[in-house]
T-cell receptor, first 118, second 110 residues
């Protein structure tokens, strides 16, 4: 099991503020991910990283940015928060495992950050 | 593209009832399949997984079997408890990203 941490757990801020959501994992996983979860529960991948200095945009367009300077750390930044950014943000990490011809990644999730922008 | 389709909820059951949540997948290859559970106010927790056809994943009384012929990975539990109330996500993936179902909310009443 991975130990993966997110801070803050809850954040209420005003429109226009710059915020950074923190995500750290202690298992040395090479891959990390950010998901946005809407009130209907569906998960949308917004960013991922396959290693240090590697970041990619996910399936859902997001105004946020990410960085991966250290293996264990994958922060997400919103330069100017808006009410439309109100959501639950989930961070995950995984390590590639090869089992014969099968490559399988098991993702482990942090507890999430619930962001409310007023 | 690759995807999973899972049974829409919400599902409400009485304690000790039998649970089935259906999940089918569409993929070009042979994805690993997962069930995750999300309790209120928390992130997703891995419940069980299977990496190849006919594999059975099991944990905490939950089971799911990877059925290649029906492209399915249905979640079952013989006797649910109030503490099983949560949202359940089916997911699939390989070496790259996972694709998630939309989630099924389960409520178990005493």
């Amino acid at each position: 099991e991975a130990d993966i941490y997110q801070t803050p757990r809850y954040l209420v801020i005003g429109t226009g503020k710059k915020i950074t959501l923190e995500c750290s994992q202690t298992m040395g996983h090479d891959k990390m991910y950010w998901y946005q979860q809407d009130p209907g529960m569906e998960l949308h991948l917004i960013h991922y990283s396959y290693g240090v200095n590697s970041t990619e945009k996910g399936d859902l367009s997001s105004e946020s940015t990410v960085s991966r300077i250290r293996t264990e750390h994958f922060p997400l930044t919103l330069e100017s928060a808006r009410p439309s950014h109100t959501s639950q943000y989930l961070c995950a990490s995984s390590e590639s495992r090869q089992m014969g011809r099968i490559s399988t990644d098991t993702q482990y999730f942090g507890p999430g950050t619930r962001l409310t922008v007023l | 593209g690759d995807s999973v389709t899972q049974m829409e909820g919400p599902v409400t059951l009485s304690e000790e009832a039998f649970l089935t949540i259906n999940c089918t997948y569409t993929a070009t290859g042979y994805p690993s399949l997962f069930w995750y559970v999300q309790y209120p106010g928390e992130g997703l927790q891995l419940l069980l997984k299977a990496t190849k056809a006919d594999d059975k994943g099991s944990n905490k009384g939950f089971e799911a079997t990877y059925r290649k012929e029906t492209t399915s990975f249905h979640l079952e539990k013989g006797s649910v408890q109030v503490s099983d109330s949560a949202v359940y996500f089916c997911a699939g993936g390989g070496a790259n990203n996972l694709f998630f179902g939309t989630g099924t909310r389960l409520t178990v009443i005493p």
